[in-house]
């Protein structure tokens, strides 16, 4: 009878969906309620129309549906109704328990209380006081919960410890619960530069990028004598080392805006100043080294007088640099003519940037003490070692030459070298730390570094490119006037949009004290992939400009480096696969790394906080299903969406931000319990979880950096063409994660939850790419600001600037190019041959022709490649 009372429900369904959209209250608790409600009217109005008649098990006496069963069944989905909901909203149990009682009085008065509504109402009531009552729930099922989620929970190891419990949770851990906090997001302020910061950037960086071309570094395989010089000089080894110790003392924010201007020029020179700055002694020695090292070592970090590097990698330890073989056993030895305690070391490490030039070497190795000269432990752990590399003992390899790069970089190596536990970084109480000094500390080189040289080659890609397409001509029209040109430009432009929106949400963090470390595993995944598609777009439009070697190639240069940026500080395979969600499941998620450490803990309130992180749990499961469910059938018109005061056409996209945010955390949530232990050898499940969240976070980015230009109606092109990928994109994600869960059931069930009527996005129209290229391939005050951090040559002979002046000039050469086609010439008759005909029958001026002649000469000389004789080596 149900079935059939479905069937005959179903021509009223969208009625019903009108009903819940015109009548319902934004709230949820209102909203499934009234769904319920109108469920339960609708079945009435069947039933009433079929007339079928009622056995006992509704009723106590046998009588027809349409005259009592109505309020039988009313009651019963009402009552089904109020336990989840009670668990959702917390301290609202005692009220729904008297609501419970009431219809259950109801039904007994009207004589509708048959045998289904009182079982119904026995399991509400049993369930409702096991779950109410805390130390009835911690004796009868919390207890036998906590011995099966220690059984199930699989082993994890300390460097997996430190790894998942390095940084610190932010924006990510709000995206990751379900209902992010929109207020909260609107109320950050943007990232600044300081007076001083402002001023390093107009002048000591533009007069460092002015010294030399990317071209000299090649044919010298090195950065010029005379620009090292200028580097040591002007302080950029220290940008980040406090002033105190005679650093510059650089916030976040610039040290990221003074890479992207250094990327923009030379992929080698961005190379030699980001490292020091980043993952290395001096950060390291920042936040662990002891005062003496500190006050030793930094002043002449700062002054250039020491150059650093750090040697983590080895040739069987890649991305999993913790099962580094490299070694030291603690012993006694001779150390300036005195025994001491110190360590014996052997390593062999190669990648190692600066590594051939350095004079302080930072060590990660593996610290044993067999005869327990400094602790109980034998197998004390990663630790981490500052040595000068003038010790006798260290070999300096030779240079590795990464895609032809000419950045220093080589391998290291010693054997049985003694040092004193002094060299460790922080001393002797930081031995066996060094895994977690390493993970905190790479939110420095995956939240800055990496992301920022990335973001600044992607700025020359995007800015060459738009450029070249203006200049260069094809079937008599600029290529950029061409759909099959203009969509790849759109994407090149909101890429860059986008980059930059994630690195700003993130230097805000960084400049809160924070250390966002899935959050600087998300930026430093994507933003170097995009930048890998902004540069392979720009090399299929330059075509042959861009892949012909020499010193007029200006992007050949930073296309061939782009995997550089993929492959360190963590492959971008195992940044996806096992870092942003296997990291961000239990780091960011508000209760999972609570319930772990219940579980793994000993202590007398190990069950007490088990309970409460499970059944907290329970509720936000409880909440997002509903949420996800409710947001679905609605198609997200009814989602509560407050905090952010935007205009009214991008509430949309923000309601879809906040259910599909719910929705994420539902589905984490069955994917941990289903999959379990398994997830993190599932990494194809993983790695689309990662980039579901990460999708969530480039949206919020973008949201923000849109609220950052005040919602300018000029950015409203690129944030509409950045919100309508990243949606599609998080969409198919999401899909191809259902298309691969192991439970098929549970997949249909999660799919049909989350998108209800199907498919919901699309990628951007044609229409609207035509649009956003065109702003970026005009003289526009956008292109201006989406360009803002190039670093663009004032001399007059510079490639780019040479590029530029023909970009600008060619809007009025078009102008005067329509007035020249009027003249009918001969196929065999060049342009300026036409232009002289056009002077001569006075349809040009004589200021226009020699305007048009210097434009034609500058485009020809800006489309030409480089040319070598055929001895010459590159």
């Known amino acids: 009878k149900l079935f059939n009372a479905w069937r005959g429900l179903r021509p009223s369904f969208v009625l019903m969906l009108q009903s819940c959209y015109l009548f319902c209250p934004t709230e949820l608790k209102g909203g499934l309620l009234h769904f ?9 109005r069947v039933g009433y129309r079929r007339g079928y008649h009622e056995s006992a098990y509704f009723c106590d006496v046998p009588i027809k549906w349409r005259t009592d069963m109505p309020l039988g069944f009313l009651i019963i989905i009402l009552i089904l109704g109020i336990l989840p909901v009670s668990l959702v909203f917390p301290g609202s149990s005692l009220a729904f328990f008297v609501l419970g009682v009431l219809f259950l009085g109801i039904g007994y008065v009207t004589g509708n209380a048959g045998f289904l509504i009182w079982l119904v109402a026995g399991i509400y009531f049993s369930l409702w006081f096991l779950l109410s009552f805390r130390v009835l729930r911690r004796l009868l099922l919390t207890g036998s919960l906590l011995s099966s989620f220690r059984k199930s929970l699989p082993h994890v190891s300390d460097t997996e410890k430190e790894a998942i419990e390095a940084g610190t949770v932010w924006w990510d851990a709000q995206i990751f619960s379900g209902k992010p906090n929109l207020k909260l997001l609107s109320s950050f302020s943007e990232p600044t530069l300081t007076y001083e910061e402002k001023k390093f950037l107009e002048e000591d ?39 105190e110790y005679g650093g510059k003392g650089f916030s976040a924010y610039a040290h990221g805006v003074i890479l992207q201007k250094l990327s923009s020029h030379c992929c080698a020179l961005v190379i030699h100043v980001m490292v020091p700055n980043s993952l290395g002694p001096g950060e390291l020695l920042l936040h662990y080294g002891t005062d003496e090292q500190k006050n ?24 999993d640099a913790s099962s580094m073989p490299d070694y030291g056993i603690v012993s006694y030895g001779e150390w300036d003519g005195q025994e001491v305690i110190g360590m014996k070391l052997t390593w062999n490490k190669r990648y190692i940037t600066m590594g051939p030039i350095c004079t302080l070497l930072g060590l990660a190795f593996k610290l044993y003490d067999p005869d327990h000269l400094i602790g109980d432990k034998e197998d004390i752990g990663i630790t981490c070692a500052l040595i000068p590399s003038n010790t006798p003992g260290i070999e300096i390899g030779r240079r590795h030459f990464p895609v032809n790069s000419v950045f220093q970089n ?33 939110s420095a080189g995956r939240g800055i570094s990496l992301p920022n040289t990335s973001l600044g080659s992607s700025l020359l890609g995007l800015f060459s490119t738009a ?96 995997p550089v940026a993929i492959t360190v500080e963590g492959a971008n395979i195992l940044t996806r ?186 990628y951007p129209s044609d229409e609207l790419s035509v649009k ?103």
Request: positive net charge.
């Open 296 to 319: 030793l070592y930094l002043p002449r970090l700062a002054q250039g007088l020491e150059i650093p590097a750090f040697a983590l990698t080895a040739p069987e330890a890649g991305s």
């Open 410 to 442: 080589g391998p290291n190596s010693a054997k049985d070298l003694f040092v004193p536990l002094s060299f460790v970084i922080g001393g002797a109480k930081m031995v066996g730390h060094g895994w977690r000094m390493l993970m905190e500390s790479l």
């Open 577 to 762: 696969c096992l870092i942003i969600f296997g990291q961000g499941a239990i780091r960011c998620h508000p209760y999972v790394l609570k319930e772990m450490k219940a579980a793994a803990s000993s202590d007398k309130n190990a069950l007490k906080n088990f309970d409460k992180a499970l059944f907290g749990h329970v509720a936000l499961s409880i909440r997002n299903i509903i949420a996800s469910f409710w947001h679905g059938v609605t198609s997200s018109r009814l989602v509560y969406a407050k905090g952010m005061n935007c205009p009214t056409q991008w509430r949309g996209y923000l309601k879809h931000f906040l259910r599909f945010s719910a929705a994420f955390s539902m589905v984490a949530d069955f994917s941990m319990i289903i999959v379990s232990g398994q997830l993190k050898r599932r990494e194809g499940l993983s790695s689309r979880m990662g980039d579901i969240l990460s999708y969530l976070f480039m949206i919020s980015a973008v949201f923000k950096r849109y609220q950052f230009s005040n919602f300018s109606s000029d950015d409203e092109i690129v944030v509409r063409w950045s919100l309508d990928y990243l949606f599609m994109e998080m969409q198919e994600a999401f899909y191809a994660f259902f298309d691969n869960f192991p439970s098929k059931v549970f997949s249909s069930i999660l799919r049909r939850m989350i998108f209800p009527w199907g498919r919901v996005f699309s």
């Open 772 to 874: 956003l290229s065109n702003i970026v391939t005009s003289l526009s005050p956008q292109r201006d600001k989406y360009l803002e951090n190039l670093f663009l040559s004032k001399d007059p002979a510079n490639h780019l600037a040479r590029l530029n002046k023909a970009f600008n000039m060619s809007f009025r050469a078009m102008e005067i190019h329509k007035k020249v086609c009027k003249i009918k010439v001969q196929p065999w008759i060049d342009a300026k041959q036409q232009a002289r005909s056009a002077l001569g029958n006075g349809l040009i001026k004589d200021e226009e022709y020699e305007f048009y002649l210097g434009y034609l000469d500058l485009r020809d000389e800006v489309i030409r490649v480089d040319d070598f004789s055929k001895d010459l080596e590159i």
């Open 36 to 44: 319920i409600f109108l469920v339960a009217i609708y079945l009435v």
């Open 467 to 562: 450029s070249y397409a203006r200049v260069r001509q094809q079937f008599n029209s600029p290529i950029c006037l061409f759909e099959g040109v203009q969509i790849p430009l759109a994407r090149m432009t909101s890429f860059v949009y986008i980059m930059d929106s994630m690195w700003k949400l993130t230097a805000v963090a960084l400049g809160l004290g924070e250390k966002p470390s899935v959050m600087s595993a998300i930026c430093k995944y994507h933003i170097t992939e995009m930048q890998r598609k902004v540069l392979t777009d720009a090399m299929d439009i330059q075509a042959g400009k861009a892949i012909c070697s020499g010193p007029n190639n200006y992007i050949g240069r930073a296309y061939s480096q782009a």
């Open 205 to 243: 960086v533009e007069e460092l990028c002015s010294l030399f071309t990317e071209w000299d570094t090649v044919v010298c395989k090195d950065l010029p004598a005379h620009v090292w010089s200028l580097i040591i000089e002007r302080g950029f080894l220290g940008m980040i080392i406090p002033k």
